[in-house]
Structures are given as structure tokens and as C-alpha cells.
């Protein structure tokens, strides 16, 4: 017998009964569920609509539940379609026609929005840790690199000098953002759906301030039909997602790069990476693959999800329940990914002489040269000319700039003296750049120690 039964003279037809249900996704709410519905029993005590007896046998029924579950001794039916109703069919089964009682000025749909921003704020929980361990990792693995010179791109050409620790200092800004946009979902997140009801509230006079206290979240939602139908969290927390596994991939696309032969840049740890099934050589980087392979599947979550919500008149509509397989699927992506990224990274070889010599090559010091003429009083575009013309007679000539002596120098322009050489050393042009957001080593290590003392704080507001 359905829990919503009455209204029905037949059977549900077998094929709907399993395309209706959400149970083989939902499970995994039920400690979220339970907690729901025992803050919920609470406050209809408290409220005088159950008796403090049957409270105390309700929610020590549905503790019960909830150890047997965790213990695998109970088992989910698709007749009993979801999490919420399963719960409630292994209450009533357990305490008797008391376990009715529980559903008192409550719908599934207020009790599906509160276990999704419950279940929600756990996860958001253990990825706020992931990505702080990462942004712990970038900072260890930059204090090593200060002066590890490499070349900085642009379209991927030989650009200026950088060290390392500064390029993977930017990534531990995009990671910034990523939390701060986390902890901005998370506020959105803790306002409280129960006591909507299906989508008209109640006419049973509930404390949703007593509940809203007992599971902690920090406001009450403020219409009944918004409560019901808002899934702007699972929204945020996907596109939240999407950025974050952006910048993943981004930095997996260098990750692979660097690793080929052609760059030499970086050696991945054998057991971060894998082999051939034919190719007895090959070493490769497939944990980098993957995660700029599965952005695009958390970029689907979240189209999943708009595309979902875009059309759906208010209030609860069914549609929503597909809302689940997509924010579980980018929760569990997003995890996975991060779990395995940050040791393959603190495990990775960085081959710092391969970096210096790539960046002595590829004339990363021409802007520096061209610098060092407008030092001499010459206007920037006439030095930016003259550099030109001297990459071009070095690239003829298979030279680089610091390869050109003195007098072929002033050839080109007569404001170059002798001390142009200790100038345009990759080194020297990295240690200029001092200014706040450069490369210089003391800016970076200035930087670091700032990056270190936030990390702190946002580890202490967790
Ligand atoms: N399993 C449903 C879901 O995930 C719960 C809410 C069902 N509400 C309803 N009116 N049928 O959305």
C-alpha cells in the first residue's frame, strides 16, 4: 500500500512504479533526511500537536533507523519510491501507527529542499578541506621555487622571464576565489525550506525558528512557494564546480605539457601516472587527462540543472527530482578529482635546469633590452624597434641576445654599453620585477607569507 494510496483503486504499473522512484539516487540522504525529521518531531512537541512521549518514541525510532541503515540491516524498496517515504514506511513498521503522526504539516517537498541543502552543506564541508589542502600544497611546493627561473608564455611563445613559484602562485589565487565563492554559496544555502509545506505552508501553528536553530542554518526562506521550488543552491554549487574544475584544468592542460619530452618541465611520480598497454616506454599523464576530461562532465551538471529549473512553473514540479543525479555527480567529481590531484602534484619532480634553460632561450630578455634603451632616454616604441631589428639579426644567426658582443650591439644602437649583459641575465629581469604582483623572488616570498596568513584565517572561519 502506497503511502499516498487512498485516492487509488489500482495498482501502480510496475514500469512507472520504477520510473517514478528516486530511491537508487536519493539513499544516500537519509542521515540528512532522519535529522530532518527529528528536528521536525521536536518542534511539533514543542508546539503541543505531538505529546512529549510519542516525540521521545518517534525520533528513538528513527535513530534506530538510521543505525540499522548505517549498519546495511535495513533495505531500500522502490515501492516505497523514496528516501523520504521509505524512512517513514520502516518508522511505522517500527513504532506502529505513531510513525504516521511524523508527516503532521510537513510535504516531501519541503522535506526534499531541506535534506538537498542539508546533504549540501555536509559535502560543501569536505570540499572546502580539499581545496584548502591544495592551496596548502601550492604554497609548500612555491617556498621550494623562488628562484627557479622558467620562461612565462603568451599564445604559448617564449615570453619573459618567471620563477615557478610565482606561476603556481596564480593558480593558488584562482583557488582564492573558488573559496571565497564557496563560502558565498554555503551563506546562500543555510536558509531554512521547512514549514513551506507543498507550497502553501501550514495552518498548524510550527516554530520553523526552533528548527532552523536545531540544524543550524542562519535564516528561515521567506515564501512558502519559493521554499519549495528554489534550487538556485544546487545551481550555485554546480557552476561553483565548474569554475573550480576550470582552473583544475587548466592547470592539468600545463601538467601535461610540461611532462612531454618537448618540455621536460616536469616529472610526474610513477605512482601518479600510468603506461601502455603496447608501448613499453610510455609514462603518462592520465590523472591530469582525466580531471580536464571530467570539467566537462561538471560543466553538464550544471547545464543539467539550468536547463532543468528554466521552464518549471511554480511550485514543486517532478522535473526536480532529476535535480539529484547532477549536484551528486558534480560533488563526487569534484572530490575525486581533488583527492588525487593535489599528492600528484606534491609528488611531481619540477626540473629546474630544463625550466632555466628554456628560459635563457626564446629571447625572454628583449623586453628587458628594450628597457634598458628607454633607461638611456630613448621613447619606448623606437627601443621596441631596435630590439626587433637586433631578435632578428640573433635568430639569422643562431645567437642569443646575451651572445652579441659589444660592438655588434652598438651597431644597432650606440646607447648600449657593457653593462647590458649582467642587465638582460633572465635572472636579473625576473629580480626587477618587484613591484606587488611581480616575480621577483622577495615579492613572491612577500606573497607567500601573505597567501600563508589567509589560508590560516579561512582554516579558522571553516
Ligand atoms: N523524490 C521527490 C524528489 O526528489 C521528493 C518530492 C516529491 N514530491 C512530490 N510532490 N511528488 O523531488
Redesign the pocket.
Known amino acids: 500500500m502506497k503511502l499516498w494510496g487512498g485516492r487509488f483503486a489500482k495498482q501502480t504499473d510496475k514500469l512507472t512504479e520504477d520510473f517514478n522512484a528516486?530511491i537508487a539516487f536519493?539513499s544516500r540522504m537519509y542521515q540528512q533526511d532522519i535529522q530532518g525529521s527529528i528536528a521536525h518531531a521536536a518542534m511539533l512537541a514543542r508546539q503541543g500537536i505531538l505529546s512529549e512521549a510519542e516525540r521521545d518514541r518517534i525520533i528513538a525510532g528513527l535513530e534506530e533507523i538510521r543505525q540499522e541503515l548505517a549498519e546495511g540491516k535495513l533495505g531500500f524498496s522502490v515501492a516505497a519510491?523514496?528516501v523520504?517515504m521509505n524512512i517513514e514506511t520502516f518508522l511505522t513498521a517500527k513504532i506502529g501507527d505513531l510513525g504516521k503522526k511524523l508527516h503532521t504539516a510537513r510535504s516531501?517537498?519541503d522535506q526534499?529542499a531541506l535534506d538537498v541543502r542539508l546533504y549540501l552543506r555536509d559535502e560543501i564541508a569536505t570540499v572546502r578541506e580539499l581545496v584548502l589542502a591544495l592551496e596548502k600544497a601550492l604554497l609548500q611546493i612555491a617556498a621550494q621555487h623562488l628562484e627557479t627561473i622558467m620562461p612565462g608564455y603568451t599564445h604559448l611563445q617564449r615570453a619573459q622571464p618567471v620563477t615557478l613559484a610565482h606561476h603556481l602562485m596564480a593558480y593558488f589565487e584562482m583557488l582564492r576565489r573558488d573559496l571565497g565563492r564557496l563560502d558565498d554559496c554555503r551563506r546562500r544555502l543555510m536558509s531554512l525550506p521547512l514549514g513551506s509545506g507543498a507550497l502553501a505552508a501550514t495552518g498548524f501553528p510550527l516554530d520553523r525558528d526552533f528548527v532552523r536553530e536545531q540544524l543550524g542554518f542562519a535564516e528561515i526562506t521567506r515564501n512558502s512557494l519559493d521554499g519549495v521550488s528554489d534550487r538556485d543552491f544546487a545551481i550555485e554549487f554546480c557552476s561553483w564546480a565548474s569554475i573550480l574544475m576550470m582552473h583544475l584544468s587548466r592547470f592539468s592542460e600545463e601538467i601535461i605539457m610540461w611532462s612531454s619530452e618537448e618540455f621536460s618541465f616536469l616529472t610526474l611520480d610513477d605512482g601518479f601516472s600510468t603506461g601502455s598497454s603496447i608501448m613499453p616506454q610510455k609514462k603518462n599523464p592520465d590523472i591530469a587527462e582525466l580531471v580536464r576530461g571530467k570539467t566537462g562532465r561538471v560543466y553538464g551538471d550544471l547545464i543539467t540543472l539550468l536547463t532543468l529549473m528554466k521552464g518549471l512553473p511554480l511550485a514543486?514540479n517532478?522535473d526536480?527530482?532529476e535535480d539529484?543525479e547532477a549536484l551528486f555527480d558534480a560533488i563526487d567529481t569534484v572530490k575525486k578529482c581533488l583527492l588525487v590531484f593535489t599528492p600528484m602534484l606534491l609528488t611531481s619532480q619540477f626540473n629546474v635546469d630544463r625550466m632555466a634553460r628554456a628560459a635563457r632561450g626564446g629571447f625572454t630578455n628583449a623586453t628587458d633590452l628594450a628597457d634598458y634603451l628607454v633607461n638611456q632616454g630613448l621613447p619606448f616604441r623606437d627601443a621596441h624597434e631596435v630590439v626587433g631589428r637586433v631578435v632578428r639579426y640573433c635568430i639569422d644567426n643562431h645567437l642569443s641576445l646575451d651572445e652579441l658582443d659589444l660592438a655588434k650591439f652598438k651597431e644597432f644602437s650606440p646607447l648600449i654599453g657593457a653593462d647590458i649583459y649582467p642587465y638582460i641575465d633572465v635572472k636579473a629581469c625576473v629580480a626587477r620585477r618587484r613591484i606587488p604582483g611581480g616575480p621577483a623572488p622577495e615579492t613572491v616570498q612577500a606573497a607567500l607569507a601573505e597567501a600563508g596568513q589567509w589560508l590560516r584565517r579561512v582554516e579558522d572561519e571553516g
Open positions: 528516486s536519493d519510491e523514496d523520504h516531501r517537498n526534499v514543486y517532478k526536480m527530482q539529484k
